[in-house]
């Protein structure tokens, strides 16, 4: 059952931008916290950034001054903007939450399916 919908990846020359969504497709109790991960081939899993509800950000050193994490609580809706991508950006990025599916349910780890991202000439 897919929890989170992710778009907006694609193909881009160095130095161009893109722009990540994730989306739930279901109700929540409470969204505690959205981010995204990242993989390129051959590599573990890495965090990119990450919003908490409150609005507080973090953001891997590789990425900071480029990219822009955001998030649309009423809608359950994390961004990600990338500027000035370069091709080790190359990588499929996941859509990463913390979120309590119910009052009482405690709380949760979900992940999106991922979308590719490719920067390339």
């Known amino acids: 059952q897919v929890q989170f919908v992710e778009s907006g990846g694609g193909l881009v020359q160095p130095g161009g931008s893109l722009r990540l969504s994730c989306a739930a497709s279901?109700?929540?109790?409470?969204?505690?916290?959205m981010g995204w991960y990242r993989q390129a081939p051959g590599k573990q899993r890495e965090l990119v950034a990450t919003?908490?509800?409150?609005?507080?950000?973090n953001y891997a050193d590789s990425v900071k001054g480029r990219f822009t994490i955001s998030s649309d609580n009423a809608k359950k809706t994390v961004f990600l903007q990338m500027n000035s991508l370069k091709p080790e950006d190359t990588a499929v990025y996941y859509c990463?939450?913390?979120?309590?599916?119910?009052?009482?349910?405690?709380?949760?780890?979900?992940w999106g399916q991922g979308t590719q991202v490719t920067v390339s000439s």
């Open positions: 990463h939450v913390k979120a309590m599916p119910l009052a009482n349910a405690g709380e949760y780890t979900y």
């Open positions: 919003i908490t509800r409150g609005g507080v950000t």
């Open positions: 279901r109700s929540f109790f409470s969204i505690n916290a």
